[in-house]
Structures are given as structure tokens and as C-alpha cells.
């Protein structure tokens, strides 16, 4: 069966600071990746999603980055944290081929102090 | 561009009453529709879907209903006990670049 890991798990971050966010899934191969990110009390906001290796779309432009350096990783970067960077990052896999269903990860709380 | 209506945006209901959240869609590309649960400081989790071709799905308690032509879907709660309580989002997912747009959510409080 699929699995999909998030680290950290929760983050106190100063602002200025870089960020990396790692997601990884297991059992699958190929799989669509996303990154969203939660406000507190709010919807979720698709920041970046990927059909394959080195293919990233940006939905948001702002200071994050995304890459996609193996098939099952994907990782969501900044050079220099904001406040408003503050929040709940979700890591999700969906399928391809018709197979539109996606999953997401633990997620990471992070907080910009 | 590609929007995803969501109403209510809160929903109060007394124990075994029903709930019915609405959402409509723009991208005439969407073809499939999940709904996800997320409780509070967890992670969303996929509780039912409806495919293009289909106009209506039941698991239980749960079913969704599509209208393709009005671009409209909704998800409805039968018989709502406490554990229903959470954040409804419902997402509508283009077909060719499988890119998902989410609602804005409804919390569902049910009452005891």
C-alpha cells in the first residue's frame, strides 16, 4: 500500500530564515505531487504540483520553491521566511491515468517567529 | 481562471438531522470530484468522489450528486452524529493536467 511521510512535523522558524520541507511516498511510482498550504482557519492553497522529475508548476508567486529531484520526493524550499509564510503545509500524491484520487501527508506546522 | 464556490461556510445541524454542502465549478475541463473531511489539526482525508459520468454516489451516510449541465455537485450527510463535526472541502480536478481546485470549506458543527 501507498504511504506518505512529511518532515519536520511541526517547525519555529525566524524570519529571514531558509526553509526546506521534505515529502516522500512509498508503494507508488510516478505519482502526481502537490504542496498546499493552510492558514490557520482557512482552505487549502495549491502552491505547487508535478506530473514527473524536474516538471514543477507554481500556482502562488512568492519566495517559495519547489523541485522534484527523484520520482517520490518532493521538496518545497525558501531562501528567506515572511510572516505570512506561517501555516500548515500539506504534502499530497495522486495517481495518473485516470486515477484522480489524492492523499495527502502528515503535514508540517510551520510557525515564523 | 479556475474557482470552486463552497456554501455554507458554516453549517450547524442537531444530531441526526442532514447536512447538505454546495459547491459549483468553473473549469468545464473537471471531470472528477472528491470530497475530504479534515478534523481539527489533521490532515484532509478523501471520504467520497463522483466521476463526470456519474450523477449520483452513495457510501452509507454519504452521498454526492453531480448536475454536469449547472456545473454544480453536492454532498449530503444523512443521520449526522457528533463524530461528523470537521471541515468539508469539497475540489473540482481537470482532467488533462490532474490539478485540483478546492472549495473554501464549510465547518459542520453537529449538535447533541
Known amino acids: 500500500s501507498q504511504t506518505i511521510h512529511q518532515w519536520p512535523a511541526t517547525l519555529v522558524q525566524p524570519v529571514g530564515s531558509p526553509l526546506s520541507l521534505e515529502c516522500t511516498v512509498e508503494g507508488t511510482s510516478n505519482p502526481n505531487l502537490y504542496w498546499y498550504r493552510q492558514a490557520a482557519g482557512r482552505g487549502l492553497q495549491l502552491l505547487f504540483y508535478?506530473?514527473?522529475?524536474?516538471?514543477i508548476s507554481s500556482e502562488v508567486p512568492q519566495n517559495l520553491s519547489a523541485s522534484r529531484p527523484q520520482d517520490r520526493q518532493f521538496i518545497l524550499s525558501s531562501k528567506k521566511l515572511l510572516l505570512s509564510d506561517s501555516g500548515f503545509y500539506l504534502c499530497?500524491?495522486?495517481?495518473?491515468?485516470?486515477?484522480?484520487?489524492?492523499?495527502f501527508g502528515p503535514g508540517t506546522r510551520l510557525t515564523v517567529t | 481562471g479556475e474557482n470552486v464556490e463552497q456554501h455554507p461556510s458554516t453549517l450547524s445541524v442537531q444530531e441526526g438531522d442532514s447536512a447538505v454542502i454546495k459547491c459549483t465549478y468553473s473549469?468545464?475541463?473537471?471531470?472528477?470530484f472528491p470530497w475530504y473531511k479534515q478534523e481539527l489539526g489533521k490532515r484532509p482525508q478523501l471520504i467520497i468522489d463522483?466521476?463526470?459520468?456519474?450523477g449520483e454516489k452513495k457510501d452509507q451516510r454519504i452521498a454526492v450528486t453531480l448536475n454536469k449541465t449547472a456545473k454544480h455537485f453536492s454532498l449530503h450527510i444523512t443521520e449526522t452524529q457528533p463524530e461528523d463535526s470537521a471541515v468539508y472541502f469539497c475540489?473540482?480536478?481537470?482532467?488533462?493536467?490532474?490539478?485540483?481546485?478546492f472549495g473554501t470549506g464549510t465547518r459542520l458543527k453537529v449538535l447533541a
Open positions: 499530497a500524491w495522486g495517481g495518473t491515468s485516470g486515477a484522480y484520487e489524492q492523499y
Open positions: 463522483i466521476r463526470s459520468n456519474v
Open positions: 475540489a473540482a480536478v481537470n482532467s488533462g493536467t490532474y490539478k485540483y481546485i
Open positions: 473549469d468545464s475541463a473537471s471531470n472528477y
Open positions: 508535478s506530473v514527473g522529475i524536474g516538471q
